[in-house]
């Protein structure tokens, strides 16, 4: 009997070890997002992250997805926060969605795009590709500035040979019946479409599991 339970016992140490090491080796996505992908308003779980995770699962991909998203982040502070990041996680993918609140906060755009090569730059040092996330905003500075701000993602990616998801609540942004009463953020029903909008891009770039 004892040596039965010591042989159960040995067997769940392997397992165990077994699946730490796999966890360990997994390759890792990296979202550095504002509250669109911290799940602002809902629960973290319905989140179009939280799905991406789940769906890459189901479809047989071995990657481990960190968000490392924050509500109200701006680019400069994405940036700030990017090499620690880029050190603990060591991600394979870095899904880059900043730059709404620079928008909303009228912030210089010059700024923003530089912030933005600069985390490309950052993670490209770090072994990382990078995905971009396209983002719009409302014309509440007048279309110049508005125009200004959407023209940075396409040219940032053309740039940078970079994919893009264009603007990443399209279909989404002008349904009020998916989004929240502050008409800025995605309810938990869009949550799923927006993943709708990332997976065509992101999925060609992943490799599977063996």
Not at 52 to 58: K, V
Not at 167 to 178: D, V
Request: proline share 8%; charged share 20%; glycine share 8%.
């Amino acid at each position: 009997m004892r040596q039965r339970l010591l042989g159960w016992f040995c067997l769940w140490l392997l397992l165990s070890a077994s699946a730490f090491a796999s966890a360990q080796t997994a390759p890792k996505i990296l979202v550095l997002g504002d509250s669109l992908s911290a799940g602002y308003g809902i629960d973290v779980e319905d989140g179009w992250v939280e799905l991406l995770e789940r769906r890459l699962e189901r479809e047989g991909f071995p990657h481990q997805v960190v968000n490392a998203s924050v509500s109200g982040e701006t680019t400069e502070g994405g940036l700030k926060r990017l090499p620690r990041l880029l050190e603990a996680h060591q991600p394979e993918w870095v899904i880059l969605e900043l730059g709404g609140n620079d928008g909303l906060r009228g912030y210089p755009v010059d700024e923003m795009r530089s912030n933005l090569e600069d985390a490309v730059a950052l993670s490209r040092e770090a072994g990382a590709k990078v995905l971009v996330l396209g983002i719009q905003i409302p014309p509440n500075y007048g279309r110049r500035y508005t125009d200004q701000f959407t023209a940075v993602y396409p040219a940032l990616a053309e740039e940078k040979a970079l994919p893009l998801v264009p603007f990443m609540l399209e279909g989404i942004a002008t349904r009020q019946s998916l989004m929240q009463r502050d008409g800025i953020h995605p309810n938990a029903d869009a949550q799923p479409l927006i993943l709708d909008n990332v997976w065509p891009v992101l999925k060609p770039l992943l490799r599977p599991s063996p």
